[in-house]
T-cell receptor, first 117, second 116 residues
Framework: GAVVSQHPSRVICKSGTSVKIECRSL??????MFWYRQFPKQSLMLMAT?????????EQGVEKDKFLINHASLTLSTLTVTSAHPEDSSFYIC?????????????FGPGTRLLVL | AQSVSQHNHHVILSEAASLELGCNYS??????LFWYVQYPGQHLQLLLK??????LVKGIKGFEAEFIKSKFSFNLRKPSVQWSDTAEYFC??????????????FGTGTLLAVQP
């Protein structure tokens, strides 16, 4: 149980284009999903918290106009990297939370490797 | 602000050796504690978690962790490692204050290599 998928697993795009990454909770409903970025040999850094039916909450330093997040249903959140540049190349990971309050646990997707040329 | 430190960046063990990975956090309030594992080419998987109650938590694949509140620690242990335990291990902490949760903060990870 608690399986989270991401699509695509890897994407290569030209500078200036937009890329959409999907995150789905396959066997549970997730009111809250999270988007992380992982740099090589570093830990996961939270980019934003996505709540179903409301605007995402972005972490300090994350441009909300560049990283558009939509959480239209309890099983799907999307991250769109707009006008991507080479410095946006990274590994993007989503998670979906199961349980509520003090019992909340995040389950992670397999990640999407983005390379911007 | 919350922070998590994992002291060992790389650990190399022979099969059947015992494992202990350190994790310390800084946060004065109530915490939820997690260990995640990332096997080569795979995504983060939950190994075990602590919310409350018995500070000794048992997880999957023979792993356990002990929450020592006075030391702000949540070390991961396994009595006898296998080659298949080769992976990167992340400690994560989520703090609670005033009924609201803080975000999940990850340590920098420990890369474990088990030699057959």
């Amino acid at each position: 149980g608690a399986v989270v998928s991401q699509h695509p697993s890897r994407v290569i795009c030209k500078s200036g284009t937009s890329v959409k990454i999907e995150c789905r909770s396959l066997d549970f409903q997730a009111t809250t999903m999270f988007w992380y970025r992982q740099f090589p040999k570093q830990s996961l850094m939270l980019m934003a918290t996505s709540n179903e039916g409301s605007k995402a909450t972005y972490e300090q330093g994350v441009e909300k106009d560049k990283f558009l997040i939509n959480h239209a249903s309890l099983t799907l959140s999307t991250l769109t990297v707009t006008s991507a540049h080479p410095e946006d190349s990274s590994f993007y990971i989503c998670s979906a939370s199961l349980g509520a309050g003090v019992r909340e646990t995040q389950y992670f997707g397999p990640g999407t490797r983005l390379l911007v040329l | 602000a919350q922070s998590v430190s994992q002291h060992n960046h790389h650990v190399i063990l022979s099969e059947a050796a015992s494992l202990e990975l350190g994790c310390n956090y800084s946060y004065g309030g109530t915490v939820n504690l997690f260990w995640y594992v990332q096997y080569p080419g795979q995504h983060l998987q939950l190994l075990l978690k602590y919310f409350s109650g018995d500070p000794l938590v048992k997880g999957i694949k023979g792993f356990e962790a002990e929450f020592i509140k006075s030391k702000f620690s949540f070390n991961l242990r396994k009595p006898s490692v296998q080659w298949s335990d080769t992976a990167e291990y992340f400690c994560a902490v989520k703090g609670w204050y005033g009924g609201a949760t803080n975000k999940l903060i990850f340590g920098t990870g420990t890369l474990l290599a088990v030699q057959p």
